[in-house]
């Protein structure tokens, strides 16, 4: 019934709503209308950042390469060194992809502009690796308190739990299981162990915090 009519009006529809934001938080807080929630918020999927589904970038990295061919005409390409470099950066650790697919195409879309008779060399990698760091130089505590907010909600914990509990989370969400998620977090300590239940380990550092797999993966 449209507002002010007197005859019901109908259609079909579907409706796909997406957002980085945390809804339920944002209404709590009076910054979203909590009865347009109830009704968008049927099927909900999180859809996990290109950091914790690195798998994704390779071929993503050759997709990237494509698409300037396609839009430019022109054709750029790593050599196998140059390659390498990138790849070993951004599968490491210290590569957080804040922007996900935004950020992988900037840099693919700079680094094949600037490459000389379009080969991108490991002198375009290293420029280029430098950037990146830069962009996200100083995002790392941010994303942290993110990661802790989306598990634990407001609850308060000190910066250094904050900060070794968001790289748990982020280590769970790019495992396939707990026991994988415990093999990679104490790869080195468990050469050191009689017992090497890693599995357990892990569940035991979850429960500190009340928290058990299925709310730090997002896995049931």
């Known amino acids: 019934m449209p507002l002010g009519a007197d005859t019901e009006v109908s259609s079909a529809f579907q409706l796909i709503c997406g957002t980085n934001r945390d809804l339920p938080a944002s209404v709590a807080d009076g910054r979203f209308r909590e009865d347009l929630l109830a009704r968008i918020n049927l099927w909900a999927y999180r859809l996990p950042g290109l950091a914790e589904r690195r798998s994704d970038i390779e071929p993503n990295l050759d997709y990237e390469l494509e698409r300037i061919a396609r839009e430019t005409g022109r ?32 840099a693919v879309t700079r680094m094949a502009t600037l490459a000389p008779a379009g080969r991108i060399a490991r002198e375009q990698v290293d420029e280029e690796i430098t950037r990146l760091r830069s962009t996200w130089q100083g995002s790392d505590t941010d994303d942290d308190a993110k990661r802790v907010r989306e598990v634990l909600g407001d609850t308060p914990i000190d910066l250094f739990d904050q900060a070794q509990l968001a790289r748990v989370i982020a280590v769970c969400r790019s495992s396939q299981s707990l026991s994988d998620a415990g093999r990679k977090l104490f790869a080195v300590s468990r050469g050191q162990r009689k017992t090497k239940n890693d599995a357990d380990r892990l569940r035991k550092y979850l429960a500190k915090f009340d928290l058990d797999w299925s709310a730090v993966s997002g896995v049931p």
């Open 75 to 106: 054709q750029a390409r790593f050599n196998k060194e140059a390659r390498t470099r990138f790849m070993d950066f951004a599968l490491s650790s210290e590569a957080t992809w804040s922007a996900n697919f935004r950020d992988l195409g900037a």
